[in-house]
């Protein structure tokens, strides 16, 4: 049998192990390849009905550590609110001026709410399934499938947070990113980085290989974008880097509403202490050719 090849650059890839998964208990085994450093599931789970079913959403399928639905009936209590405040601050850092905004993978439409109190962008989410239907029905603007052929070409920014790594075919959804885009459009995308991983791969916190089935290295994710029609560039350290790095320690520490007293933390400190070691700031953003 013929050994995969990587997605991302057609180099060798090896085997890297096997993790059980959370949910199913299957076995899934894992591969990296030697030239990009990209990981990958060999054969993933794609029963996309079941594995995203109500269930995942309510943090009892294969991420527990979800939580849409309190993030959706309390968006000024949740944590996850650093996160929309300091992805906005980001894109406010590196578009100034107003813009026609879409997040790919909107879940629960949090970031889209947030993102309409600001008179300078004009936000639309997408997302498929029960969450997407609800927050449609609450009154966000959330895209269907078949309307984003018709914003083709239109966007300014689109976001994609924690969405690249759910993907089988990675660059054919960022070839769809980039289709969405007007030449000199931003890409902002946020997914863990697979550098930091440690020698015994599937030990990793990352890996959850039902859901989790791309893993990108700052390189595999800049070669992905120059294929993908994206010119990529540093992200660094910006404004709002340090709420979004507040919302996924909070996360890990299962903290679940935002309160005064973490006001009273160093979270410039520790927002760089946690960069240093998962390297988050190290992965590229992209800019549309």
């Known amino acids: 049998m013929t050994e995969p090849t990587c997605p991302i650059c057609r180099a060798a890839t090896a085997p890297a192990g096997v ?23 060999a054969e993933p789970w794609t029963d996309y009905a079941q594995i995203y079913d109500d269930a995942y959403y309510e943090g ?7 939580d849409y639905v309190y993030e959706f009936e309390h968006p000024t209590r949740t944590v996850r609110r650093y996160e929309w405040r300091g992805i906005a601050r980001a ?10 905004w879409l ?3 909107c879940g629960n439409g949090g970031l889209v709410r947030q993102v309409r109190t600001e008179a300078r962008y004009e936000i639309f989410g997408y997302d498929t399934g029960a969450w997407a239907d609800r927050a449609r029905a609450s009154g966000l603007p959330i895209l269907h499938e078949a309307e984003l052929v018709r914003h083709e070409g239109t966007f300014d920014v689109v976001t994609a947070i924690e969405v690249i790594e759910h993907c089988v075919a990675p660059l ?29 791969f599937p030990s990793w916190y990352y890996v959850s290989p039902e859901i989790h089935v791309s893993y990108f290295t ?18 660094g350290i910006m404004p709002g880097w340090d709420d979004i790095v507040r919302f996924k320690i909070l996360k890990k520490l299962r ?11 160093p979270w410039t400190l520790l927002a760089r202490l946690a960069d240093k070691k998962y390297g988050l700031s190290a992965h590229p953003l992209g800019r549309a050719i």
């Open 60 to 66: 009892r399928g294969s991420d527990p550590w979800v």
């Open 172 to 200: 054919d959804v960022l070839r769809q990113l980039r289709r969405l885009l007007k030449p000199g459009g931003l890409l902002f995308l946020t997914t863990a980085n697979a550098d930091t991983a440690p020698r015994d």
């Open 218 to 235: 700052a390189r595999a994710l800049s070669d992905a974008l120059r294929q993908s029609g994206f010119e990529p560039f540093p992200r």
């Open 91 to 100: 894109v406010a850092h590196l578009r100034a001026a107003p813009a026609k």
């Open 103 to 105: 997040d790919y993978g």
């Open 255 to 265: 903290v679940r509403d935002a309160n005064p007293w973490q006001r009273l933390l």
């Open 19 to 41: 993790k059980r998964g959370f949910r199913t208990g299957r076995e899934f085994a894992l591969r990296r390849c030697g030239a990009c450093g990209f990981g990958f599931v």
